[in-house]
């Protein structure tokens, strides 16, 4: 059983800083590529960011410059440091990815439960 469990999250200033993290566990071989989503009050779940397997990253245009996405893969665990936040930051944050679970390599894709990050003004 796999699941990816996030944590970091909490309430800050503006123009703080927060690290959320997200580690799979249960029978995990590996982790393929990963990725983080928000989803604001009464808003669509949108990418924040995003890294491949290799390292390559992708962010959205609202958080490049502030946000950065990491990986450990011997930890099977992705970063995702935010600097300089701002309100509009505010959301439910989700850890997606594709994660080998079975011994011939067999991936599958998870989401965690979200963590909740408050940014007041």
């Known amino acids: 059983q796999v699941q990816l469990v996030e944590s970091g999250g909490g309430l800050v200033q503006a123009g703080g800083s927060l690290r959320l993290s997200c580690a799979a566990t249960?029978?995990?071989?590996?982790?393929?590529?990963m990725a983080w989503y928000r989803q604001a009050p009464g808003k669509r779940r949108e990418l924040a960011a995003s890294i491949t397997s290799d390292g390559s990253t992708n962010y959205a245009d609202s958080v490049k410059g502030r946000f950065t996405i990491s990986r450990d893969n011997a930890k099977a665990t992705v970063y995702l440091q935010m600097n300089s936040l701002k309100p509009e930051d505010t959301a439910v944050y989700y850890c997606?990815?594709?994660?080998?679970?079975?011994?011939?390599?067999?991936?599958?894709?998870?989401w965690g439960q979200g963590t909740q990050v408050t940014v007041s003004s």
């Open positions: 997606e990815g594709n994660i080998v679970s079975g011994l011939m390599g067999s991936s599958a894709d998870y």
């Open positions: 249960g029978t995990v071989f590996g982790i393929n590529a």
